[in-house]
């Protein structure tokens, strides 16, 4: 079985947007509602498979 990438993602906020990123390189869209940020930040994780895990909160 292949190694995966560790998904653990963040937002950072410049100026007025937010956006998610991730370990594995992947980076969302600018947001100007964090609360959007932090669901690209979910959507990334299910789509990768390993869904949320409490060790590695959304910010």
Same mark, same amino acid.
Not at 27 to 51: C, F
């Given at each position: 079985?292949?190694? =995966?990438?560790?998904?653990?993602?963040?937002?950072? $906020? /410049? *100026?007025?947007?937010?956006? +998610? /990123?991730? $370990?594995? *390189?992947?980076? *969302?869209? +600018? =947001? =100007? @509602? /964090?609360?959007?940020?932090?669901? &690209? @930040? $979910?959507?990334?994780?299910? +789509?990768?498979? &390993? *869904?949320? =895990?409490?060790?590695?909160?959304? $910010?």
């Amino acid at each position: 079985m292949p190694d =995966r990438a560790l998904h653990a993602t963040s937002t950072t $906020e /410049r *100026g007025s947007f937010c956006t +998610a /990123r991730c $370990e594995c *390189g992947w980076r *969302g869209p +600018a =947001r =100007r @509602a /964090r609360s959007q940020a932090r669901t &690209d @930040a $979910e959507r990334h994780l299910s +789509a990768a498979g &390993d *869904g949320p =895990r409490p060790d590695h909160p959304v $910010e």
